[in-house]
């Protein structure tokens, strides 16, 4: 398993954008495909971004698509999510998650296809 911290969140009004990282320790981390999810009050969490450990493949929930990026840096251990026109909706808890490939292949949408998990970090954004 990795270890994973999240940063970057923040306060950003609507329209404005926001990158978070996600920085992992523990094993080689370019072996893990890794996801971005979030939850909002009284929500379900819900999938948003993953990404292959390459980074070759990658695939977004449609509510993301064509205004959140993410990436890796597997010389700095690091996926980021780079977020544009961001919405009230977009308002949510996001959390890095990440698991062991044995293939360059995305892990999954699903929170079952991720045993590592970061805190979490908080993204408002104001209407």
């Known amino acids: 398993q990795v270890q994973l911290v999240e940063s970057g969140g923040g306060l950003v009004q609507t329209g404005g954008s926001l990158r978070l990282s996600c920085a992992a320790s523990?094993?080689?981390?370019?072996?893990?495909?890794v996801g971005w999810f979030r939850q909002a009050p009284g929500k379900e969490r819900e999938f948003v971004a993953a990404?292959?450990?390459?980074?070759?493949?990658?695939y977004y929930a449609d509510s993301v698509k064509g205004r959140f990026t993410i990436s890796r840096d597997n010389v700095k251990n690091a996926v980021y999510l780079q977020m544009n026109s961001l919405n009230p909706e977009d308002t949510a808890v996001y959390y890095c998650a990440a698991e062991y490939a044995y293939r360059d292949y995305v892990a999954g949408t699903r929170e079952a296809s991720f045993g590592s998990w970061g805190q979490g970090t908080q993204v408002t954004v104001s209407s």
């Open positions: 990404i292959s450990w390459s980074g070759g493949r990658t």
């Open positions: 523990g094993r080689i981390f370019s072996s893990y495909s």
